[in-house]
């Protein structure tokens, strides 16, 4: 007699209101679906700006979410903010980790992290990069990524100062600014922003272009799956989540 193995309990620290509504959705789309924990973070400013997002990724802000997740039974725990992670840079990065498994006592991750991780898993090595971020965010981005011998080939950066009005952005405009920043020598093409829907328009962002998507949202739910073990193959979540991990 099969038995259906038990459903992935998985945590996000989400820092303000855009896009959030994705991870519900994709602990919908997965069989058998996820039990999603979400805790919206504080932050002093909604900007894409250096000081602002490291403020938004600091300890305190990281430690005042982790406490709301306390006693909640989750398996995995992510940090959902790919810039309020790189910019920090890799130390910054491995003390939000660290923080993270010593208050909750699972494994942990972050945004970034996971974006470096499923670059690997789906075996590319040269990527497109559409960040909606200013340009001095997403360079920080591309650096972030050479650590780990990723090759950016092309770097864009759509210039959004907020958040907020990332989340605003429709399918048809995601699906437009894939199309624009798609590179045929590239393997891949990276959307590095959680504040930016996508779940649910995976397949057809990959469909437009031809190749692998990896969008901050998808790669943090992916992240989040494989800490705890969980990862299967699944369909309509992009090619990430068909490959045979």
Same mark, same amino acid.
Request: net charge negative; glycine share 6%.
């Given at each position: 007699?099969?038995?259906?193995? $038990?459903?992935? =309990?998985?945590?996000?620290?989400?820092?303000?209101?855009?896009?959030?509504?994705?991870? *519900?959705? !994709? @602990?919908?789309?997965?069989? *058998?679906?996820?039990?999603? #924990?979400?805790?919206?973070?504080?932050?002093?400013?909604?900007?894409?700006?250096?000081?602002?997002?490291?403020? !938004?990724?600091?300890?305190?802000?990281?430690?005042?979410?982790? /406490?709301?997740?306390?006693?909640?039974?989750?398996?995995?725990?992510?940090?959902?903010?790919?810039?309020? &992670?790189?910019?920090?840079?890799?130390?910054?990065?491995?003390?939000?980790?660290?923080?993270?498994?010593?208050?909750?006592?699972? *494994?942990?991750?972050?945004?970034?992290?996971?974006?470096?991780?499923?670059?690997?898993?789906?075996?590319?090595?040269?990527?497109?990069?559409?960040?909606?971020? $200013?340009?001095?965010?997403?360079?920080?981005?591309? /650096?972030?990524?050479?650590?780990?011998?990723?090759?950016?080939?092309?770097?864009?950066? =759509? @210039?959004?100062?907020?958040?907020?009005?990332? @989340? #605003?952005?429709? =399918?048809?405009?995601?699906?437009?600014?894939?199309?624009?920043?798609?590179?045929?020598?590239?393997?891949?093409?990276?959307?590095?922003?959680?504040?930016?829907?996508?779940?649910?328009?995976?397949?057809?962002?990959? =469909?437009?272009?031809?190749? *692998?998507?990896?969008?901050?949202?998808?790669? &943090?739910?992916?992240?989040?799956?494989?800490?705890?073990?969980?990862?299967? $193959?699944?369909?309509?979540?992009?090619?990430?989540?068909?490959?045979?991990?």
């Amino acid at each position: 007699m099969n038995h259906a193995p $038990p459903p992935a =309990r998985l945590g996000f620290l989400y820092p303000g209101h855009a896009a959030e509504d994705d991870y *519900p959705l !994709m @602990g919908s789309m997965i069989e *058998p679906p996820a039990q999603v #924990t979400l805790i919206h973070t504080e932050f002093l400013e909604d900007a894409h700006t250096v000081e602002s997002l490291s403020e !938004m990724g600091s300890i305190h802000r990281l430690t005042e979410g982790a /406490e709301k997740l306390a006693d909640s039974g989750i398996e995995s725990v992510m940090w959902t903010s790919t810039s309020a &992670s790189f910019v920090l840079g890799l130390d910054g990065i491995r003390q939000q980790i660290d923080t993270l498994e010593k208050l909750l006592g699972v *494994p942990a991750s972050t945004t970034a992290m996971a974006f470096a991780r499923a670059v690997k898993a789906i075996g590319a090595q040269r990527v497109a990069i559409a960040a909606t971020y $200013p340009e001095e965010v997403a360079q920080r981005f591309r /650096e972030f990524l050479d650590h780990f011998g990723i090759e950016v080939v092309h770097l864009s950066s =759509r @210039g959004i100062v907020t958040a907020a009005e990332v @989340g #605003t952005l429709e =399918r048809e405009e995601v699906i437009e600014f894939a199309l624009a920043n798609a590179r045929q020598d590239a393997d891949a093409l990276l959307i590095p922003d959680t504040a930016l829907h996508s779940a649910a328009w995976l397949t057809d962002l990959e =469909r437009a272009i031809g190749q *692998p998507v990896l969008t901050a949202n998808q790669v &943090s739910f992916w992240e989040a799956l494989r800490l705890c073990g969980k990862v299967a $193959p699944q369909s309509g979540l992009g090619r990430l989540f068909e490959e045979v991990l």
